[in-house]
């Protein structure tokens, strides 16, 4: 199990968290093309074997690291701006089906460093998921609706603010939950509903209403089953 979420982690931090836009856009444009492909391909080779520590394990990293370039490059490829949410979908359970079978083939161990413990790897890699991942999903998740407000030329919203907002809400669900305090969960979506009220209201629209409460629904669903299934297996280690 830890193996695996020490391969999980990794994934997380070379597909999302250290990838920057610009990669991306770059990969796109020039597929095979791109020195940033290959980058990524490095990056993720590299976080495997460092995370789980064992030198054996270096083999796997490196099949690990060709496998994820090669299901890139099938989705840089067949991708098209119309199938860019399917193709997301269908790459993400590639890459974790590679590792659980990356997981199922390796007979060896996992090293802990120093204080870093198997409760450590649990507990960081639910929050990192909950942080840029868990957005980028919701956002492809939802990209298939984009509602306009006819107020949006008039928007004086801080930038990104709203990406912000829902990391540090699924933080908040996902600490009241390891804490044991389920009753704060529905404070928190109580005031974040009478803040959003006032925006809804003046926009006026049901689709941009719709629109917000399902992005909502989807973001403290994913921490709420985060949260239990960190907590789950944290009590297995007990």
Known sequence: MILFIKLLLAHLLGDFI??????????????????YLYFHILLHAILAAVLVGEIKFIPYAILIAITHGSVDLIKLNYQKPNTKRTWFVLDQIAHILILIAIVLLYNGESINFLWFNNQFWILITGILFITKPTSIFIKTIISIWNPESQNSHNDNSLATAGNYIGILERLFVFCFILTGHFEAIG????????FRFGDLKEAKERKLTEYVLIGTLISFGTAIITGLLVQALLLQLV
């Open 187 to 194: 404070f928190l979506l109580a005031a974040k509903s009478i």
């Open 18 to 35: 250290w990838q920057p836009n610009s990669w991306v856009k770059d990969k796109e444009a020039r597929k095979y093309k791109s020195i």
